[in-house]
């Protein structure tokens, strides 16, 4: 799938971009999947495993979030289907340098208008669990490539997903997890680029890796922002079990 070109951006740069990947008629399927879970999360008032799912819901100034939706594969099988989807695991197959990945992600993030919704600054090496007897870097390259769908369009004001080039570098800078939207990274005592934000298009998939630190600011436009993501390990690299029936299945790229 992916020219060496690219694949070396991957590994310097951190990231790479392919434009309409996906076309807007499947895009249109899989936007109704997630509109279909949205109906779900309608119903619930905190985070719990529904339908098979883990639907993770809070609050922040009275107001409800409707942050996520992780492995949604048993609530949407759609969302699965989309997530096998060989132009997205032929990417992964490239850069994990593997025939095979267990699928750890198979999520959704809403973010809607005024919600307040951020994702601070992270590495998903933290998420995987670095550092713990939960992740081991088997193919000493990351061992872990995730895959960011645009759904609607990612516009400077509705909270689109920044990158910062080249900060996968280190590798593991032990920054904290991404999903508090109080924690306040403190970047400057690191050597960085500026963080780059990255307009999608509905149907463009960013790819990056573990080390990779990326984040996103909250929705201040009036149009929801909503991204499906996808994330393959090397097989072997994860030992811990995701929320969700079915998470981290062994799939054939
Ligand atoms: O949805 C976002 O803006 C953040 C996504 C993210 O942090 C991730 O995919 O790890």
């Known amino acids: 799938m992916l020219s060496k070109e690219q694949i070396n951006e991957f590994f310097t740069r951190g990231y790479i971009m392919i434009e309409a990947l996906f076309e807007q008629s499947e895009v249109g399927e899989m936007s109704a999947a997630i509109e279909r879970l949205k109906t779900e999360a309608d119903s619930l008032d905190q985070t719990c495993i529904h339908k098979g799912s883990m639907f993770v819901i809070t609050e922040k100034d009275g107001q409800k979030q409707i942050r996520r939706v992780s492995w949604a594969a048993p609530a949407e099988p759609e969302l699965k289907k989309w997530g096998q989807d060989k132009r997205l695991t032929g990417v992964a197959k490239d850069l994990l340098g593997s025939d095979t990945a267990n699928q750890l992600i198979n999520q959704v993030h809403f973010k809607y208008p005024h919600d307040g919704v951020r994702y601070p600054f992270h590495q998903d ?7 713990t007897d939960a992740w081991t870097d088997i193919n000493g390259k ?3 490539v995730q895959s960011l769908t645009a759904i609607d369009e990612a516009t400077i004001d509705n909270g689109p997903m920044y990158f910062i080039p080249y900060s996968c570098k280190d590798g593991n800078l032990e920054l904290e997890l991404g999903y508090n939207d109080e924690a306040d990274t403190d970047l400057s005592v690191h050597d ?5 934000p990255i307009l999608m298009k509905p149907g463009d998939v960013a790819f990056f890796g ?4 990326h ?3 909250p ?4 149009s929801p922002r909503r991204v499906f993501i996808n994330g393959y390990a090397y097989p072997g690299a994860n030992t811990r079990n995701y929320p969700g029936e079915g998470s981290g299945e062994l799939i054939t790229l």
Request: hydrophobic share 25%; charged share 15%.
């Open 125 to 131: 090496c933290k998420h995987r669990g670095i550092g």
């Open 142 to 144: 990351g061992s872990y």
């Open 192 to 196: 960085l680029a500026e963080p780059v």
């Open 210 to 213: 573990p080390y990779t630190i």
């Open 215 to 217: 984040g996103s600011f």
């Open 219 to 222: 929705n201040t436009s009036e």
